[in-house]
């Protein structure tokens, strides 16, 4: 099992950034595919951005182009950097982790990114996003 903290999260004007931080804990064995989702009231856990092995990335359509997912392996980290947020963003946003649909190589387990909740076991408690207008 993964431990995730998330921490960033906070209030913003419509056009601003903010950088999201997952410290992870508890790897075994596996490394994992990971991915931040965001649900906000009365809304489904949506999924915004994902990144596997090998740092291969995908996003959700409506975040393209403002945010970006990255990885610190050596300091144990996960990343969402949010630029140009806008009102819809607003949600609490959670860092997850998953080994659901991995495949062999060369001795290794890869990962495919995932904007999937289904494909993801380990969840942080989650950091509130408020944009205002």
């Known amino acids: 099992q993964v431990l995730l903290v998330e921490s960033g999260g906070g209030s913003v004007q419509a056009g601003g950034s903010l950088r999201l931080s997952c410290a992870v804990s508890g790897y075994t064995s596996h490394d994992y595919r990971m991915g931040w989702f965001r649900q906000a009231p009365g809304k489904e856990r949506e999924g915004v951005a994902s990144?596997?092995?090998?740092?291969?990335?995908d996003y959700a359509n409506s975040v393209k182009g403002r945010f970006t997912i990255s990885q610190d392996n050596a300091k144990n980290t996960l990343y969402l950097q949010m630029n140009g947020l806008k009102p819809e963003d607003t949600a609490m946003y959670y860092c997850?982790?998953?080994?659901?649909?991995?495949?062999?190589?060369?001795?290794?387990?890869?990962?495919?990114?995932?904007?999937?909740?289904?494909?993801?076991?380990?969840w942080g408690q989650g950091t509130q996003v408020t944009v205002s207008s």
């Open positions: 997850a982790a998953g080994r659901q649909q991995s495949f062999t190589f060369g001795g290794r387990l890869y990962f495919l990114p995932s904007l999937s909740s289904e494909d993801y076991r380990d």
């Open positions: 990144i596997g092995t090998d740092d291969s990335t």
